[in-house]
């Protein structure tokens, strides 16, 4: 079954605790894609990358680290994780670029809570 | 600055009429413009893609497109209960350094309540 899964789905950790959010997706797609969601902000990407070893900032990556050795797999990392990093984070991927048209697919979420 | 603007609802509609959810974005040069639905607590799924202007159905829902004023719109036909979710228009952007590479940038959503 073609899908992105992301590992783990609920976490809940300590401020400064270093943790890493794995993504993976077996549809061999070159994007991939970070976001957070937060009530009342929507959806905002956090980083992505285009291939292996390309990776570039979104909106929102302050606290965040990414990075893309292999084209399935792109993990989200938290070096010194803060309350305010506590949401809902979903990874992306797509054949290429949603500039030309390409449909995102999502994985299930993380559900994130920094105490 | 990259905007995508939507009514956050809740917009509600009795079973069986036609719901309405619209979106303006910032960027005049944007080619592609998606359409997600979210339930709560699960990932968004694609509804919708348009890239042309004018109307694009399939099934109960129909995109409509206005580049001249940056306006998309969905509509959905003959609402049923299960379609009660957030819906997500999403544009992307170019990067400012050029090429092909573009942010999707999502509205914040219009939740969707049909009352049977």
């Known amino acids: 079954e073609a899908q992105v899964t992301q590992n783990p789905r609920y976490l809940i950790t300590v401020t400064g605790k270093k943790l890493t959010v794995t993504c993976s997706q077996n549809?061999?797609?070159?994007?991939m894609s970070w976001y957070r969601q937060d009530p009342g902000l929507g959806l905002r990407q956090i980083y992505y990358s285009m291939n292996v070893e390309v990776t570039d900032k979104g909106d929102v990556p302050e606290g965040y680290k990414v990075s893309r050795k292999e084209k399935r797999n792109f993990p989200l990392i938290l070096e010194s994780p803060s309350p305010n990093q506590t949401s809902l984070y979903f990874c992306a991927s797509s054949l290429g670029a949603s500039i030309n048209g390409n449909e995102q697919f999502f994985g299930p979420g993380t559900r994130l809570t920094v105490l | 600055q990259k905007e995508v603007e939507q009514n956050s609802g809740p917009l509600s509609v009795p079973e069986g009429a036609i719901a309405s959810l619209n979106c303006t974005y910032s960027d005049r040069g944007s080619q592609s413009f998606f359409w997600y639905r979210q339930y709560s607590g699960k990932s968004p799924e694609l509804i919708m893609s348009?890239?042309?202007?004018g109307d694009k159905e399939d099934g109960r829902f129909t995109a409509q497109l206005n580049k001249a004023s940056q306006y998309v719109s969905l509509l959905i036909r003959d609402s049923q209960p299960s379609d009660s979710a957030t819906y997500l228009c999403a544009v992307p952007f170019l990067v400012n350094y050029g090429g092909s590479q573009g942010n999707l940038i999502f509205g914040k959503g219009t939740k969707l309540s049909v009352k049977p």
């Open positions: 348009i890239y042309s202007n």
């Open positions: 549809m061999n797609h070159e994007y």
